[in-house]
């Protein structure tokens, strides 16, 4: 897609730090990483984000994913790593071509903090919620 960062770099128009590459899937380290060893997976083709990615591409990006993760434990000694995704601004996403963030961490001090706020004060009705989502599915 034009103007697509990824796009370029997928196409080596732009440069990047490349850690693996295939067919279908790139991997590069994030530009500007939460903790040392932060990667991006995604596919070469355009797709908006994880939502709108056909399954077969999914699978590939995951897998990748998943290998990254193994070998951030194993050749970075990470200690953990956190998997994530974000599909449109609202939930974060700033580049809007599907990437795959694989984040070692070391310390639940180092880069990244995710917190989640408790809603249940607010007094969400689970059942209902729960109709809503298994209507959908
Ligand atoms: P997100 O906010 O989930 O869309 O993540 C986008 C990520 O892409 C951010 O962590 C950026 O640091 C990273 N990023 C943006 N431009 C580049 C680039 N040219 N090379 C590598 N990483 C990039
Ligand atoms: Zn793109």
């Known amino acids: 897609m034009k103007d697509c960062v990824f796009c370029k770099i997928a196409s080596g128009e732009?440069?990047?730090?490349?850690?693996?590459?295939?067919?279908?899937?790139?991997?590069?380290?994030d530009i500007n990483p939460?903790?040392?060893g932060h990667t991006l997976v995604m596919p070469k083709v355009h797709y908006d984000n994880f939502l709108s990615t056909p399954?077969?591409?999914?699978?590939?990006?995951?897998?990748?994913a998943q290998r990254l993760g193994q070998i951030a434990m194993k050749q970075l000694h990470a200690r953990g790593v956190?998997?994530?995704t974000n599909c449109y601004p609202v939930a974060g996403q700033s580049?809007?071509?599907?990437?795959?963030?694989?984040?070692?961490?070391?310390?639940?001090?180092?880069?990244?903090?995710?917190?989640?706020?408790?809603?249940?004060?607010?007094?969400?009705?689970?059942?209902?919620i729960a109709k809503e989502?298994?209507?959908?599915?």
């Open 14 to 29: 732009l440069p990047s730090t490349k850690v693996y590459e295939d067919d279908d899937v790139i991997a590069i380290l």
């Open 82 to 84: 956190n998997i994530l």
């Open 133 to 137: 989502i298994t209507k959908g599915m």
């Open 95 to 128: 580049v809007l071509h599907f990437h795959v963030h694989v984040i070692p961490r070391y310390d639940t001090t180092d880069g990244l903090q995710i917190s989640m706020k408790d809603m249940s004060e607010e007094k969400l009705n689970l059942p209902t």
């Open 55 to 64: 399954r077969e591409i999914l699978t590939k990006v995951m897998i990748v």
């Open 34 to 36: 939460a903790t040392r």
